[in-house]
């Protein structure tokens, strides 16, 4: 339990930021599964702009982004 009074405030906001992080988290991981599932252009399209969001927010890496848009674009070739 934070004791100062800075740390209790440090503490309300990272509440709300893990839940922005979650909700977006959560929408990365459904635009990933609709693009393994019917990787047309939207879709990809889509992922594309996702990923790179989600590096911009820090919410992963930017090696993690590119190997993923890699591996999907490969099945989408296919």
């Given amino acids: 339990m934070p004791i100062t009074k800075s740390a209790i405030k440090k ?3 990272d509440k709300k930021r893990t839940l922005g992080n979650l909700s977006a ?3 990365l991981k459904t635009t990933i599964k609709e693009a393994r599932t019917s990787p047309g252009e939207d879709t990809l399209k889509a ?3 996702a990923m ?5 927010y820090h919410l992963v ?3 993690h982004a590119s190997r993923l848009k890699s591996r999907i674009s490969k099945i989408g070739k296919k």
């Fill in 11 to 13: 503490a309300r906001v």
């Fill in 25 to 27: 988290k959560g929408r």
């Fill in 47 to 49: 992922l594309y702009s």
């Fill in 52 to 56: 790179d969001k989600a590096v911009k």
């Fill in 61 to 63: 890496t930017k090696g």
